[in-house]
């Protein structure tokens, strides 16, 4: 079974400033897909960035990229020169390649407070 | 945008009472799917569908009870509400053509049970 895990619970940085959160994941595929995810304060959740396993290159859009380290199960987030709407709850998010039917498995999630 | 709509947007119950949460998404997609969000467990899958007629059992299905009516519509039945299902609840789709395909989130449903 799969199963994703985000152990920092908060994390408080500076405006401007470069934010990397952790995230760990199990599973027995060997293809699967991980997500990152924003839920904001009105409590909205927004897709923000996807690593496919079998790419090697760490995915980026706009100011946040991903730091994959396939051995280590690891598909950390990071955000550079942070603004105050960076502030939010990122949860991580795994499904497994085998066929459509497999819903997202989600972590506990990261709040990030960015202070001005 | 996909669009994903739920329907009420806070409820209020009674232990034992008779609940239905709404979602409509009107993007063609072929998933839609129930979640909860609980402090410390970020969101917990409780049913699945990927079309009308199916159900998909997920990681927390006691006590729920859900139906696709059509490929628009996908309902979260609690026929007897317990102070447990007190929960923020989302209701996503996704196309269900690859998948790496993201899901698009409803603005969720808060519920509380008394």
């Known amino acids: 079974a799969q199963k994703v895990t985000q152990t920092q619970t908060s994390i408080s940085v500076m405006e401007k400033t470069t934010v990397t959160m952790d995230c760990v994941y199990e599973?027995?595929?060997?293809?699967?897909?991980l997500f990152w995810y924003k839920q904001t304060a009105s409590g909205e959740i927004v897709f923000l960035i996807r690593q496919d396993s079998y790419k090697k290159e760490n995915a980026t859009v706009g100011h946040y990229s991903l730091n994959f380290q396939k051995p280590k199960s690891s598909i950390g987030l990071i955000i550079t020169a942070t603004q105050i709407e960076d502030s939010a709850v990122y949860f991580c998010a795994m499904r497994e390649g085998r066929g459509f039917a497999s819903a997202l498995t989600f972590g506990s999630g990261t709040k990030v407070i960015v202070l001005p | 945008e996909a669009a994903v709509t739920q329907s009420p947007r806070n409820k209020v119950t009674v232990t034992g009472g008779n609940v239905t949460l709404s979602c409509r998404q009107t993007?063609?997609?072929?998933?839609m799917y129930w979640y909860r969000q609980d402090t410390g467990h970020g969101l917990r899958l409780i049913h699945y569908s990927y079309g009308a007629g199916n159900l998909q059992i997920g990681d927390v299905p006691d006590g729920y009870k859900a139906t696709r009516t059509t490929q628009e519509d996908f309902f979260l039945l609690l026929e007897l509400a317990s102070p447990s299902q007190t929960s923020l609840y989302f209701c996503?789709?996704?196309?269900?053509?690859?998948?790496?395909?993201?899901?698009?989130f409803g603005h969720g449903t808060k519920l509380s049970v008394l």
């Open positions: 993007n063609s997609h072929n998933y």
């Open positions: 996503a789709s996704s196309g269900g053509r690859v998948s790496n395909e993201r899901l698009f």
């Open positions: 599973t027995q595929d060997s293809s699967y897909f």
